[in-house]
């Protein structure tokens, strides 16, 4: 269920310490870096990343990243059932480039960070692809986030006034401040996800993306945003904000983001939404608040800028929680959740299953 998907990320993720240094053993046809058992942290990383020459222009070999958030999971034994099956569909899908390697960034903490280490361990015994683990500390990007996304917590965060540790579930929203400028794109994906194809595909809707537009992201597949801008639906009765697709406004399902780190960081309209004034002023506008975080950040700019976005289609964000059906939207529904083509990823929120292979 999309509206309680808030809370259900706030149980599953929070962020680990780095290791200490290691030599880095490549391991048959895999490249995944060992630190003191896990994997390369994202200080090290950065160095090396911008130790490297750049890549020639045009088509040929490409460095894939794909960032995850997995915390608390020595408690939540359902978050490392789902980490499991998202990974090993997503491996068994995988075909890149013989040059190609994928960059998993794992977002954890504690002993969360073994748990999600030795998974990806066994996982990727088996890749057919090179890669890379890259570990980051949640409490280290917390701490550069928060003086950036600070003000917009009030308006976007479970319960009241503005916590510190809340700035994790805003990553998105300010990534292309706290990844090096050598990063120029990254792929956020919730760990409640399928995977049908090649991940490699997914990374090619980078090159679909119309000018102007920072961000791919799917739209919500549920009444949601026509419940939460209901005070601005009533003021203006022939606005698109909340309408069910193709013609509508539903907002946007932040379980599989593209974010184009270099665009972000050259668009100036994209960095002064992101301005204390300008947060307040949109949701006074649309009487805006929400709990969902980063999602419900893009929705409310989306009403407001859609240029900014490239809509994904929903095979790439198949939403399966249908909480909205049977709380006051049944009529509607299925305006919202309709969606025709062959899925290519299944997004199980609100603990929905997952259809089977």
């Known amino acids: 269920m999309a509206a309680l998907r808030g809370s ?12 200490a240094l290691a030599a880095a053993a490549a391991l048959a046809v895999c490249a995944f870096y060992y630190l003191g058992g896990g994997g390369e942290t994202f200080s090290s990383a950065t160095r090396r990343l911008r130790a490297t020459p750049p890549a020639p222009a045009g088509p040929g070999p490409r460095g894939l990243h794909l960032l995850f958030m997995f915390t608390k999971a020595e408690r939540n034994p359902a978050l490392r059932d789902k980490a499991q099956a998202a990974l090993r569909s997503l491996l068994r899908h995988g075909r890149l480039g013989a040059s190609d390697v994928l960059h998993l960034h794992l977002v954890t903490e504690g002993a969360s960070r073994d748990i999600g280490l030795g998974l990806l361990r066994d996982l990727l015994r088996g ?57 120029t794109r990254i792929i956020q994906v919730d760990l409640d996800l399928k995977y049908k194809t090649n991940i490699r595909d997914l990374f090619d809707e980078f090159d679909n993306f119309p000018e102007g537009a920072v961000i791919g992201i799917a739209r919500e597949m549920q009444p949601v945003y026509r419940h939460t801008f209901w005070q601005y639906r009533r003021e203006n009765p ?48 649309y009487h805006f608040k929400g709990h969902l975080g980063d999602q419900d950040f893009f929705t409310m700019v989306g009403m407001e800028h859609p240029e900014l976005f ?13 909480w909205w059906r049977d709380h006051g939207y049944s009529d509607v529904f299925d305006q919202y959740f309709q969606c025709e083509g062959e899925v290519r990823i299944y997004h199980g929120n609100c603990n929905t299953p997952i259809p089977e292979d």
């Open 238 to 285: 022939q606005t698109k904000v909340g309408e069910p697709p193709p013609d509508g406004l539903p907002g946007f399902n932040s379980g599989v983001l593209l974010l184009n780190l270099e665009a972000m960081r050259q668009s100036k309209l994209y960095n002064q939404l992101l301005e204390p004034t300008m947060v307040q002023k949109l949701t006074e506008k």
């Open 127 to 183: 890749a057919a692809f090179r890669h890379q683990v890259i570990v980051h500390d949640v409490n280290e990007l917390t701490e550069k986030l928060f003086p950036i996304v600070e003000a917009m917590q009030k308006h976007f965060s479970a319960g009241s006034g503005t916590y510190y540790s809340d700035s994790i579930f805003f990553l998105s929203v300010a990534m292309h401040h706290i990844m090096p400028k050598e990063i």
């Open 8 to 19: 259900a990320r706030r149980g599953c993720l929070r962020c680990p310490q780095p290791a």
């Open 310 to 322: 490239h809509v994904l289609d929903c095979t790439w964000n198949r939403q399966l929680c249908t």
